[in-house]
Structures are given as structure tokens and as C-alpha cells.
T-cell receptor, first 111, second 114 residues
Framework: KQEVTQIPAALSVPEGENLVLNCSFT??????LQWFRQDPGKGLTSLLL?????REQTSGRLNASLDKSSGRSTLYIAASQPGDSATYLCAVNWGTDKLIFGTGTRLQVFP | DVKVTQSSRYLVKRTGEKVFLECVQD?????MFWYRQDPGLGLRLIYF???????EKGDIPEGYSVSREKKERFSLILESASTNQTSMYLC?????????????FGPGTRLTVT
């Protein structure tokens, strides 16, 4: 069964830290992987999309990497800020018309 | 920028009522999706559509139906609302059917059924 896992479920860090969020998937034959941010009570905002042929994507302080052979993606956030506090979800497409989502990591960055 | 809008942010309905949730996208996307999101269960796909008047069941279609009469609009219908349908409902769209490219989400509708 194709599954996506995100550990830990919650993370609390002081402002200014560099941090890594993890996403694992069971089948390495992915087509692409997408990272989203969700603020409480709101919809999802797309952060980064990595195609299977790519190793990483960057946007500002965010860097997402992909290692298909080990079934992992990481989202690196540099110099974290309180405004980064949100839930981060990863979602995988295995070449079909569906995304499979992880259950997310709830991040809190405190001043 | 892609914009996906949902007709209501919050809804409160009574058990047995028929409920309509509307979603509109403005980027001429082929695919549209309805998810529900519950604590501990993540996002689960209810229905999706890849063309006008076309629909496909997702993982949890029971108790729901959908309508896509125009390309930009995708409606989720709860035929007879029940308390276990209290949830956050999220609509999304995507430009290509298979394989799936980037999905864009609306702001969500928090539905409470009493």
C-alpha cells in the first residue's frame, strides 16, 4: 500500500533555529512530491513541488530535498521565525490522478 | 495567481438537511477535488472530476455526491447531513489529469452538523 508518513507530529523550536521536517513514503516510484503549509482553520498553501527527476527545490528560506531510493523527503527551514508556525504537509503522486497526504507536522516557533 | 474560492468559511446545518458546498477556480484547470480533513486522519479524498459532467469516487464517497456542470465550478452535496460529516472540507484544482501536477487549494469550509 502506498503511504506517506510524517514524523514528528509536532515540533517546537526557538526563533532563529534551522530545522528539518521529514516525510517518508513507502514506494520509491513516485512521480512528484509536494510540500504544503496550513495555518489553523485555513486551506493549504503550496510551498514546493519536486519532480521525481529532481534532487531539491528552493524557495527563499525553504529547501526541499528528495531521495527516492530511501523513500524520504526533507523540508529545511533556515533561520526560523514565529511566522513560520503552521502545520506542514507533504503529499506524493505516484503517477495517477490522486495525491496521498501525510498527516503533517505541527511546527511552533517561539520568540 | 491561481485562485480557488469556496462559498462559505463556516456552515452550521441540522441533521437530515441537504447541504451544498460550492467551489470555483479561475485558472481553467481540468481537475477539481473535494477532500475532508479530520484530526488524526489527515486529508481524505471524497470525489474528484477531470472534466465537465465527469466524476470519480475517491476514498470516502459514501454519503456524498458531486456536480460539475461548468469547468470552473465543482459542488459537493451532502444528501442528508449527519453528525459524522462534521469536518473541514477543502476544494482543490490542478491543471492536468494524469500524472497529477501541482494542486491549489481553497480556504476551506468548516461544516458543523448538529
Amino acid at each position: 500500500k502506498q503511504e506517506v508518513t510524517q514524523i514528528p507530529a509536532a515540533l517546537s523550536v526557538p526563533e532563529g533555529e534551522n530545522l528539518v521536517l521529514n516525510c517518508s513514503f513507502t514506494d520509491s516510484a513516485i512521480y512528484n512530491l509536494q510540500w504544503f503549509r496550513q495555518d489553523p482553520g485555513k486551506g493549504l498553501t503550496s510551498l514546493l513541488l519536486i519532480q521525481s527527476s529532481q534532487r531539491e527545490q528552493t524557495s527563499g528560506r525553504l529547501n526541499a530535498s528528495l531521495d527516492k531510493s530511501s523513500g524520504r523527503s526533507t523540508l529545511y527551514i533556515a533561520a526560523s521565525q514565529p511566522g513560520d508556525s503552521a502545520t506542514y504537509l507533504c503529499a506524493v503522486n505516484w503517477g495517477t490522478d490522486k495525491l496521498i497526504f501525510g498527516t503533517g507536522t505541527r511546527l511552533q516557533v517561539f520568540p | 495567481d491561481v485562485k480557488v474560492t469556496q462559498s462559505s468559511r463556516y456552515l452550521v446545518k441540522r441533521t437530515g438537511e441537504k447541504v451544498f458546498l460550492e467551489c470555483v477556480q479561475d485558472m481553467d484547470h481540468e481537475n477539481m477535488f473535494w477532500y475532508r480533513q479530520d484530526p488524526g486522519l489527515g486529508l481524505r479524498l471524497i470525489y474528484f472530476s477531470y472534466d465537465v459532467k465527469m466524476k470519480e469516487k475517491g476514498d470516502i464517497p459514501e454519503g456524498y455526491s458531486v456536480s460539475r456542470e461548468k469547468k470552473e465550478r465543482f459542488s459537493l452535496i451532502l444528501e442528508s447531513a449527519s453528525t459524522n460529516q462534521t469536518s473541514m472540507y477543502l476544494c482543490a484544482s490542478s491543471p492536468q489529469r494524469t500524472p497529477l501536477y501541482e494542486q491549489y487549494f481553497g480556504p476551506g469550509t468548516r461544516l458543523t452538523v448538529t
